[in-house]
T-cell receptor, first 114, second 109 residues
């Protein structure tokens, strides 16, 4: 069974540009989560999508947005990039709700803003 | 107060020893608790989860949960150098999962 996939692996942008990150969940998983992991810091929750709808978002400005497509894949967009947006962006998928439904992580996209 | 707190470490133990990793959380409504391992430059991978008070064992790993004290721990028996990684505690309420910053563990041969 294929795991969570993310693209691109690395992304280099300059301040003020826009970045688009993509994620494909495990087959059958309907929930997709996005996290930011800055160097030396823990996972910061960004967004949660389920069945095509945004269900929750973390404490991030509106320039972080995304969507989930009918095939449950997802896209994270970061507008007006700032230097502090440089981080590893992790996508995770889950079967849905339930106490034991863990999240499976993709390999991440390393975003560097110069 | 952080939602999920972990000692950042580094925690260093000799090979063969027991490594004890601790996590406290602030939300009393938290329902399930997960431990992930993250090697440097890699994504987190699930070790185990627990949602009932007490101990849960899986091979060399034991998770312990005390909801009254809002405390969850992970014990790694017979620690191996390959266990050297950052261990993330995650706390879930409904479909909302929050992560601690992680504890870096080093197992010395």
């Amino acid at each position: 069974e294929a795991g969570v996939t993310q693209s691109p692996t690395h992304l280099i942008k300059t301040r003020g540009q826009q970045a688009t990150l993509r994620c494909s969940p495990i087959s059958g998983h309907t929930s997709v989560y996005w996290y930011q992991q800055a160097l030396g810091l823990g996972l910061q929750f960004l967004l949660w999508y389920d069945e095509g709808e945004e269900r929750n978002r973390g404490n991030f400005p509106p320039r972080f947005s995304g969507r989930q497509f009918p095939n449950y894949s997802s896209e994270l967009n970061v507008n007006a990039l700032e230097l502090e947006d440089s981080a590893l962006y992790l996508c995770a998928s889950s079967l849905g709700q339930g106490l034991s439904y863990e999240q499976y992580f993709g390999p991440g996209t390393r975003l560097t803003v110069t | 107060q952080k939602e999920v707190e972990q000692n950042s470490g580094p925690l260093s133990v000799p090979e063969g020893a027991i490594a004890s990793l601790n996590c406290t959380y602030s939300d009393r409504g938290s329902q399930s608790f997960f431990w992930y391992r993250q090697y440097s430059g890699k994504s987190p991978e699930l070790i185990m989860f627990i949602y009932s008070n007490g101990d849960k064992e899986d091979g060399r790993f034991t998770a312990q949960l005390n909801k009254a004290s809002q405390y969850v721990s992970l014990l790694i028996r017979d620690s191996q150098p390959s266990d050297s990684a950052t261990y993330l505690c995650a706390v879930k309420r409904g479909n909302d999962m929050r992560f601690g910053a992680g504890t870096r563990l080093t197992v010395k041969p």
